[in-house]
């Protein structure tokens, strides 16, 4: 893969992260209760803990010490870019759900 087919990969899924926000922010606003956004937060926790286990398994699949730290540094940043993300889906999600009685 070259570099422009990868960031391609990297672009449509930055994009796809976006869309599925948009679509979860759609539905919860149409939804009215705690059990929704608990089981969303479930399966995003899942989602992290399935990263998570993904680059501490490359990071100990080998010896050298510059691919451990390289894998070390690589996942803390996607972890970055995810938890960031998340929580901007998280926030829309929170917001949509808010009743208009509730101050914001």
């Known amino acids: 893969m070259t570099r422009e087919e990868s960031q391609k990969a990297w672009d ?13 922010k759609r539905h919860y606003r149409d939804a009215d209760d705690a059990k929704n956004t608990a089981e969303l937060n479930r399966s995003l926790e899942q989602l992290r803990q399935a990263a998570e286990s993904v680059f501490k398994s490359l990071e100990t699949a080998t010896r050298d010490p510059e691919v451990r730290s390289r894998t070390k540094q690589t ?11 998340f929580r901007d889906v998280t926030d829309e ?12």
């Open 12 to 24: 449509r899924f930055e994009a796809d992260i976006q869309g599925l926000a948009g679509e979860l």
């Open 75 to 85: 996942a803390r940043s996607f972890g970055s870019a995810l938890g960031e993300t």
């Open 93 to 104: 999600i929170e917001k949509a759900l808010r009743k208009p009685s509730q101050p914001r």
